[in-house]
């Protein structure tokens, strides 16, 4: 029987993590295994990393365009499209900053001695950069977020100016009417497609591709990583929780007039959908048959929200990249500025927006705010070792904060039928 992809890659992150470590242990210094790291495993890693950024461009750009677009109707819904998108950004921005909150407090990758940051953070600079950076400095950086050329900054990696000009594309998209814009629309959906099945292919070779980025870093460094990578994925799912049932819950109570207690409880089998599948596309049909049933919430809103809200509200996601570019920064030893992390959070906020409700679709923008703030991208082999369970709780988070957002714009709205916290 053909395992799950989720348990060939923890496989493959405890094979190589237990070779690499006891390679260590056995032969500390030896040159042969310095050059089978340099010569196998190290190139092995890189192969499967370049396959990921092979994928960056097409994949971000027609995901971002087609979420923004799909907010066109914010114009023609009016009250429900605004509230639907000012809840939105909102929410999105409290997820990550809860998130870089509780990396900058707690730290999780630090801890390293210093001679091995610096011997890691050679090697790892020594890969070639897949994607340019933005510079981050006074005027120079607004200016560089309005690219004068989207192709050459396409073709330069440059992310930045990129998802600034897939934001106004796809805002320009959405106003305009759908006969017009049908053939772009379904050309742009062939190339999310296409880059979702290649996607599929490259994380087929992804227990490969964690085994050996793993020996790599744990046959320089040792296990030592193993506790660095323990504190991150608890505080990934403390700020999680802390989002789910203290932002949702006051958002709710205080924005919605509903009970949380309620809320909850009326939508738990669309949370255990969301978990069970960890993805939030999957659990749109779930979700919308708890908004109506259960909540009672009117249809013509909660249709609206939930099938906006599972391409363009995924605080998970958010809070996640938030979290896992500073752990990488933290655990490389790159400093980032207060503008540095400001705009981490910008751009996982609109990586949120432009981020499929599929398992593991978040890893490439991951992979892009690496390359845009300049720390290594070798490190996400780690992350990839343990993204099963974290996807699995971001999108609980996702589709909750779906319905959580369901619930504050239908407050207002004429119902269909008489909503669940009347009296």
């Avoid at 310095?34 to 092979?54: H, K, N, Q, S, Y």
């Avoid at 099945?197 to 046959?219: Q, R």
């Avoid at 009672?296 to 938030?322: D, I």
Wanted: hydrophobic share 55%; net charge neutral; aromatic share 6%.
């Amino acid at each position: 029987m053909r395992w799950p992809l989720h348990v060939r890659i923890l496989i493959g992150l405890a094979v190589g993590t237990a070779a690499g470590t006891a390679c260590h242990l056995a032969f500390p210094g030896s040159p042969s295994l310095d050059a089978f790291v340099g010569g196998v495993t190290e190139p092995a890693g890189r192969i499967f990393l370049r396959l990921l950024f092979m994928l960056v461009i097409p994949l971000v750009v027609s995901a971002l365009v087609l979420g923004v677009s799909a907010l066109g109707d914010v114009r023609r819904l009016g009250r429900i499209g605004l509230k639907t998108l000012a809840y939105t950004v909102v929410v999105s921005t409290i997820a990550v900053l809860i998130g870089v909150g509780l990396v900058n407090l707690v730290r999780p990758g630090e801890g390293l001695p210093p001679a091995l940051r610096a011997t890691l953070t050679a090697q790892a600079a020594s890969a070639p950069a897949p994607a340019a950076g933005v510079k981050l400095s006074g005027s120079d950086f607004i200016v560089t977020l309005i690219p004068d050329n989207a192709v050459r900054a396409a073709a330069e990696g440059q992310m930045l100016p990129l998802m600034v000009f897939a934001l106004l594309f796809g805002a320009g998209l959405g106003v305009l009417p759908r006969d017009r814009t049908d053939g772009l629309v379904r050309m742009l959906e062939g190339v999310y497609e296409v880059s979702i099945k290649l996607t599929d292919w490259v994380l087929a070779l992804a227990p490969l591709g964690v085994a050996a980025l793993l020996f790599t870093l744990t046959a320089r460094l040792g296990y030592d990583i193993l506790r660095h990578l323990g504190t991150y994925v608890l505080v990934v799912v403390g700020a999680l929780a802390i989002h789910q049932f203290v932002v949702y819950s006051l958002s709710v109570s205080l924005l919605g007039g509903m009970s949380p207690r309620r809320f909850f409880r009326d939508v738990q089998d669309a949370m255990l959908t969301a978990f069970s599948t960890a993805s939030s596309t999957a659990t749109l049909p779930t979700a919308l048959k708890v908004a109506e049933e259960n909540l009672r919430l009117p249809p013509h809103v909660s249709r609206f929200v939930l099938t906006v809200g599972a391409a363009a509200n995924q605080n998970g996601t958010a809070l996640f990249e938030g979290v896992t570019v500073l752990f990488l920064a933290q655990f490389y030893g790159v400093p980032l500025s207060f503008a540095q992390q400001v705009t981490v959070v910008l751009i996982c906020i609109l990586g949120g927006i432009g981020t499929a409700g599929v398992p593991a679709a978040s890893i490439p923008v991951v992979i892009t705010i690496l390359g845009i703030v300049g720390v290594p991208a070798e490190g996400i082999g780690m992350i990839l070792g343990v993204d099963r369970l974290l996807d699995m709780c971001r999108t609980t988070l996702n589709v909750t904060g779906d319905l959580a957002a369901a619930v504050v714009v239908s407050r207002g709205e004429e119902p269909a039928a008489p909503p669940a916290w009347a009296p």
